[in-house]
């Protein structure tokens, strides 16, 4: 029995009508378009996960300079405290110089005066006495003048001198009786010193 219908599709063909024909390619047109688009979204997405991977190790890295940050607050804490405890001995210290300084200007024999009077220089020289440190050494001893003038003490510091002899014996006046310099450092004749 022959039929008059057309097949379909053979080995080599397959007919199709124009609608469904139209449609396919209409797919086939969309398929690629999902294809290209689907390429520059995997794009997209390897540049956002990038962006997203080094956000994350800056992220790390933001966390670990905070740490570093407060572990070297901490440091420096600690540093300042030790640094108060020292500046205090070194003041503790400088008081007891000035100290023994004072009791060599006012009861020691002249020669070690005058190496007493070139170290007080040498330390304010070297900024370790300040011109009131100068002042506290030399007040009311026999080297007084020549360290004021040197440190450039006021003259509202000086000692007020009076003459051991009276008004008659003028020729006398190199010798002066220091007004006693009413300071703790004088107390104690003794030259005790502590720390």
Do not use: C, W
């Amino acid at each position: 029995m022959k039929t008059t219908k057309n097949i379909p599709f053979n080995k080599n063909q397959v007919i199709v009508n124009k609608d469904t024909f139209d449609t396919m390619n209409k797919i086939v047109k969309a398929s690629k378009k999902v294809i290209e688009l689907q390429l520059k979204i995997n794009e997209a997405f390897n540049e956002i996960n990038s962006y997203a991977s080094g956000y994350k190790s800056l992220e790390n890295e933001n966390k670990n300079i905070k740490r570093e940050v407060q572990v070297l607050e901490y440091k420096n804490n600690q540093l300042e405290k030790e640094n108060n405890k020292l500046n205090d001995k070194i003041q503790r210290v400088i008081k007891s110089i000035k100290q023994f300084f004072r009791k060599i200007l006012q009861i020691g024999a002249e020669y070690i005066k005058d190496h007493a009077e070139e170290e007080v220089k040498q330390y304010y020289d070297n900024k370790d006495f300040k011109m009131l440190d100068v002042k506290d050494v030399a007040k009311g001893s026999q080297r007084e003048d020549e360290l004021f003038e040197y440190a450039n003490v006021p003259v509202q510091y000086r000692t007020i001198r009076t003459p051991l002899y009276n008004d008659e014996y003028e020729g006398n006046y190199n010798i002066y009786d220091y007004e006693e310099h009413d300071d703790e450092i004088d107390k104690n004749d003794d030259m005790g010193m502590s720390l």
